[in-house]
């Protein structure tokens, strides 16, 4: 349970500073999320739930089932995985709006790396491996 909440805040935290990265380097890659308005948090937190659900579940399907594709492009595929579950889960909610895939793919490229280093602190605290 504890690796559960812990990969929740870690998700909500990586999609909060990639956004506002992307915002503050002027990247336009298309991803619009919707954190401005105080009525949008509940809805954000509940997005944010929803992604890291289908990641919990079909992120870990696809990578299973793509293990030879990722080793061939050495890890590179992730991205892919991850840049469809943002595109996934914009139909179930509408905290996250976007309209091109090459932007999500430059989106979840920085979401990765984000996540990268935010489990490193929380994987010291938690013994999350």
């Known amino acids: 349970m504890v690796k559960f ?3 929740y805040v870690i998700l909500l935290c990586s999609l909060v500073i990639t956004y506002y990265l992307c915002n503050s380097w002027d990247i336009n890659t298309g991803v619009k999320i919707f954190i401005n308005q105080e009525k949008y948090y509940q809805e954000l937190l509940a997005g944010v739930l929803l992604i890291y659900l ?5 992120g870990n399907l696809l990578r299973f089932f793509s293990a030879p594709l990722r080793c061939i492009s050495l890890g590179l595929f ?5 840049g469809t579950i ?3 889960s914009t139909r ?3 905290i996250i709006s976007i309209e091109t895939f090459t932007g999500v793919l ?3 490229i920085l979401l990765t790396i984000i996540m990268g280093i935010l489990h490193i602190p929380f994987s010291q605290i938690y013994k999350i491996r």
């Open 106 to 108: 430059l989106f979840s």
């Open 92 to 94: 179930y909610t509408n």
């Open 86 to 88: 943002l595109m996934l």
């Open 54 to 58: 289908l990641d919990f579940t079909l």
């Open 5 to 7: 909440i812990a990969g």
């Open 78 to 82: 992730n991205i892919v995985i991850t």
